[in-house]
């Protein structure tokens, strides 16, 4: 199995509070710092399950960058990082108690201000018969020239605000990879993941995964749809579960799974990624 990843690349700040956040205060609680970003996260998840992979993205000349060096030499994941004169990105997440996300900021410059062009003469460097995997991180401009790639082609759309930015290249997409609110800001007819995946799955030929947090998630291919609900987890973090899930799910469908059985390794996945959180 072989891919190659293309987007966010950060350092993540994650700050948990010990109880109920209190908006507006300073909140008792815990902090962490970790290399992390979608197309990382992602990159990570595919090498532990066994796969080639090679990261593509943009970070600084900065300890963050040696950082997140490290943790591809440690993970056995290619280092196609783009060296860039802007600080490495970073993401600040708020967590309450439970784990639930209140609030995030994504600081990507150094991504944001990459050329496309540039972007276009990396991935020239990628294996023929690499499955790209790329993120919503990436601008417009950087989305349509990555998807003008040929070859099999996945995206996760990331967040709400981002999602949108993935519409005009549907149609050149193998799969893809968003939540409720995601799929929404797509486009499509999003009352319950079900029939969010059947709307998005109406407009692409991809298979489509989604995920509503703890209720029943769903992947659509053409006019076929599944549904199946995650097993019930302890609180934790929720920051890279949808990550592990994306993961999990190009593993299986790059091995021959059927839709509804990479839903199921998804779902595994992102269960007992949820498991060892703090």
Same mark, same amino acid.
């Given at each position: 199995?072989? =891919? ?8 993540? *700040? +994650?700050?948990?509070? *010990?109880?109920?956040?209190? *908006? %507006?205060? %300073? ?42 060096? !490290? ?10 990082l783009i060296r860039t004169d802007h600080p490495t990105g970073a993401y600040l997440a708020i967590e309450? !108690?439970?784990?639930?996300? *209140? ?30 995997? +790329? ?5 417009p401009d950087q989305l349509f020239k990555a998807a003008a790639r040929p070859g099999w082609l996945a ?46 799955? !109406? ?5 489509? =995964? ?7 998630? %769903? ?17 934790? %973090? ?12 190009? +593993? ?13 390794? !998804?779902?595994?996945?992102a269960s007992a990624h949820l498991e060892t959180q703090p």
């Amino acid at each position: 199995l072989r =891919f190659w990843c293309l987007g966010g690349v950060l350092i993540d *700040h +994650i700050g948990r509070t *010990h109880a109920p956040v209190l *908006h %507006s205060q %300073s909140n008792p609680g815990a902090a962490r710092l970790a290399p992390g970003g979608v197309a990382l996260n992602i990159a990570r998840a595919l090498a532990a399950g066994g796969a080639d992979v090679g990261l593509m993205g943009a970070v600084g000349r900065d300890i963050a960058a040696d950082l997140i060096a !490290a943790a591809l030499a440690a993970a056995g994941i290619e280092d196609r990082l783009i060296r860039t004169d802007h600080p490495t990105g970073a993401y600040l997440a708020i967590e309450g !108690a439970d784990g639930d996300l *209140h609030v995030g900021v994504s600081d990507l410059t150094a991504l944001e201000t990459l050329p496309p062009d540039v972007i276009v003469a990396h991935l020239a460097q990628a294996p023929p018969d690499a499955r790209l995997v +790329i993120d919503a991180n990436l601008t417009p401009d950087q989305l349509f020239k990555a998807a003008a790639r040929p070859g099999w082609l996945a995206a996760e759309a990331v967040s709400a605000p981002k999602a949108p930015r993935l519409a005009p290249i549907l149609p050149s997409l193998n799969a893809l990879f968003c939540n409720l609110s995601e799929a929404a800001v797509l486009g499509a007819m999003a009352e319950t993941a079900e029939s969010a995946a059947r709307s998005l799955a !109406a407009r692409t030929t991809a298979t489509v =995964f989604v995920t509503d947090g703890p209720r029943p998630a %769903s992947v659509a291919r053409g006019g076929d749809v599944w549904r199946l609900t995650p097993p019930p987890v302890p609180s934790a %973090s929720v920051t890279g579960a949808g990550d592990a899930f994306t993961a999990a799910a190009l +593993i299986a469908l790059a091995t021959d799974a059927t839709p509804n059985q990479a839903l199921a390794a !998804a779902i595994a996945a992102a269960s007992a990624h949820l498991e060892t959180q703090p």
